[in-house]
């Protein structure tokens, strides 16, 4: 009746190898490819179609890791990594989710592992402090901060109580059984729409409120009128979402008339800073979430830009309370004192899941370990970094910058005549098909962009230098020298 | 400009000293009290109210954690952990979720890291083996598995998927513009309501279906009585949520008959088998199973019982269109050519999230670490020993068991007359007051009952003999000698 389990010494011994294993996968990584080459299906391919009836080493799962995976992945901690927005995390970070890992305890309701909640609201405290959001957002407060997986699950949760609130509490027990709107600019993140659809809105529920042309921010006159042509029409506008640092060129919505609109109708305001909130650590960069005191909940995601593995969305509610009404069941096998007394958070009811993981362990190591002051550098280095890269693309008449870059990331493009989107796409595929370098791409006033967003820690001068000489061979070989 | 980021040298030796933290951690954990006896707070007071401004060494963050925060921890992992359903993880599972964190890939679609898409359909597919699951759930199919945070999650997918199907396409563009209605029996789990409630039913759109009184299992009879009244009302039954192994007594759901009627209706069949599902890697507990070829989706979690840490849900669906369909946004910052083929798995589509963790590296080590026989041996562990402290129970004419135990759960209680639920309350209180154990309460029959749920690696015969021994001590003090 015995199971084999991995005693702590051979666990000791494994655990040093893959830590190594980690370290040398950091020093070599910019020598690797940044994406791989191979066609889907490669790894599947090369992989046995069952689980070994008998147990094998961890360095027999060591060594596929380095023959068949790693060779297969694009390496978001590379040096040459610039697409979508940074993931970057950091030694603290792994070292903090490491610990959580060990210890795998529940952190679903405060009985069930008192320290796993009480570091996440302390941790949130510290970084509504770091980044000076507005006092309402404090624990000491009706509010209150809670990690989420992603901005994703935080946009869906604030529409959630948005509806519970819109709908005077209906909404809980009865569900959609009207129409309500929500609000984003055409530059709101993709899980808008998806957190409207899975609240029952449908697609048809979000409204896109056009931009400035030359901000890429949210038009307030645009949004009011939405506004009442939806009221007009007897629907009910339930949410706002605010974006500071969109996806496509990190415009920031104008917060204070946004917010005086939704103050004015009594909406719900969620502001998504899932990528730029990180530059708040920075007294000089603040001016990019002025009008915050007007939102009833706020996230960012230090797993993007503050040097904290994934998953980490940090999450703020002005009122506590109706995020809970709008989430909490309680069933018999989860009452407990603790609960009953009202004296404690039970972060489940914060959320979709019920389970959680002690990701506050990855935080308190992060912040700890960077200091404030650390933690700024990384988010300057950044923005030089930026600023360095679009003085290239300004100084070089056959590129033009295609939007401001008040935070890490560059868009830009070629300037080219009736073929711009063919060019620029193929400009981007030439790059990237060099394996030193990672760009991705949107669409910013309805033409294809470049997008070069810094942020990992090995990032330095020279990468970026590097990424400016691919483009400026390309662009030669496509448009003959500048 | 520069930015101090941990380097892999020191990285390397923090992380030997934090995977030695864990080994000690794992060696000394039984003799650990299982829960703090600390009240709400504590740890919240005794930690500063902002980061510090310069940066720390990882052994100071390590001595806090030693000094304040696991004191304050219910310990999951101790061997006299028998509350709500196991959290086990293992060394492997650990080492594998420490490679993942050290990659710090995101697998949000297949080209921003082939290997994180690939490596996870493989594992779905090899648990699917494992299980021996319909072959419909397979990748080779048109099913097809996906690693989700949770079964919440799952449910909550499951629920839009069927939402999409019943309306015939139009909830994606409209929203819930009728009433829905989901099924489950009075055992179903919380987040079954949660899901609804997120989704736009509202809690009335759940019908809780009566269970027979001897087997906790849902009637069919009532499932069908239940679908008759709500079609006869104008409403559309959209889900019906079975469950192999319920939260309270790990009563199992009759699926054959249960699925006849959803085939009969039309209805999508969720089968959740959170915690029960792992025992299907022994062929003699796959009786529990049965009927599970009438599915639309299943979903366990290799996080309760299958030492693999939190969080891995794993979620399979037969036709993982009408799951695509239903949760996919496409914007431009996301197009690629990988999708555009239509060759690849975009998992982001497959969730409510857009960013993913590599969470099947560890399922991969677990799995090759353990193989199938050394998985199944720990399943059957457990097995025995619920089954050796039923026995205990049976043999004992005070207590009586209040319900079957086909897998590693026993529900028994103090046979005692109109104070039944005080009495049990008292007596489940003075046996987790001890520190030794940790065991928590249901309701079946509407009383009081007390849990003891066996899954931790540690736990050996000699833990479920304290159990006993500290309840046997306890009930001679409230009630007398046996």
């Given at each position: 009746m015995s199971a084999p389990h991995m005693d702590p010494d051979e666990f000791r011994r494994a655990g040093h190898a893959v830590v190594d294993w980690i370290a040398d996968y950091w020093t070599t990584l910019g020598q690797r490819p940044v994406t791989s080459a191979d066609p889907p299906g490669a790894l599947a391919a090369a992989l046995p179609a069952a689980p070994p009836t008998a147990g094998e080493p961890v360095e027999a799962v060591l060594a596929d890791l380095d023959a068949l995976v790693t060779p297969r992945l694009t390496h978001w901690q590379h040096p040459g990594f610039f697409g979508y927005f940074p993931a970057n995390t950091s030694g603290p970070s792994v070292l903090g989710d490491l610990v959580s890992s060990g210890l795998g305890v529940q952190g679903m309701l405060w009985a069930t592992a008192p320290a796993c909640t009480e570091l996440e609201t302390v941790m949130l405290d510290w970084l509504a402090g770091l980044l000076d959001l507005p006092q309402r957002f404090r624990s000491h407060t009706r509010g209150g901060g809670v990690i989420q997986d992603s901005a994703s699950s935080a946009t869906l949760v604030a529409t959630l109580a948005a509806l519970h609130r819109a709908s005077g509490g209906r909404w809980r027990d009865h569900g959609v059984d009207r129409r309500y709107r929500a609000y984003t600019s055409t530059h709101g993140h993709s899980s808008i729409e998806k957190a409207a659809r899975i609240a029952g809105l449908g697609g048809e529920g979000v409204r896109a409120v056009e931009v400035d042309p030359?901000?890429?921010?949210?038009?307030?006159?645009?949004?009011?009128?939405?506004?009442?042509?939806?009221?007009?029409?007897?629907?009910l506008p339930a949410i706002v979402v605010a974006t500071i640092g969109t996806t496509s060129s990190t415009a920031v919505d104008p917060l204070p008339q946004i917010g005086a609109i939704c103050a004015e109708y009594g909406i719900w305001l969620h502001v998504d800073a899932a990528y730029a909130g990180a530059a708040a650590v920075?007294?000089?960069?603040?001016?990019?979430?002025?009008?915050?005191?007007?939102?009833d909940s706020y996230c960012f995601d230090p797993h993007k830009w503050l040097l904290t593995g994934f998953d980490c969305d940090a999450f703020w509610?002005?009122?506590?309370?109706?995020l809970i009404e709008a989430l909490t069941v309680m069933p018999e096998f989860l009452r407990n004192a603790a609960t009953e007394s009202g004296a404690v958070i039970d972060y489940r009811d914060w959320q979709v899941p019920l389970g959680r993981r002690f990701r506050a362990l990855k935080l308190w190591f992060v912040l700890r370990w960077y200091g404030v002051e650390g933690l700024r550098a990384h988010i300057r280095r950044g923005v030089a970094l930026a600023a360095r890269f679009a003085e290239r693309v300004r100084a070089d008449d056959r590129f033009e910058l295609a939007a401001p870059h008040p935070f890490s990331l560059v868009c830009f493009r070629l300037r080219v005549g009736a073929e711009l989107d063919a060019v620029n796409a193929d400009l981007l595929a030439r790059v990237n098909g060099t394996g030193r370098v990672h760009l991705t791409h949107t669409r910013v006033g309805d033409r294809y962009t470049l997008r070069l967003a810094v942020g990992s820690p090995q990032t330095a001068e020279a990468h970026v230098d590097e990424a400016w000489r691919l483009l400026d061979e390309a662009a030669t070989d496509l448009l003959g020298k500048g």
């Open positions: 030359d901000t890429q921010a949210m038009r307030p006159d645009a949004l009011r009128a939405a506004i009442e042509a939806d009221r007009a029409a007897g629907d920075c007294p000089e960069l603040r001016w990019s979430h002025a009008g915050l005191e007007y939102a509610v002005a009122d506590r309370s109706e």
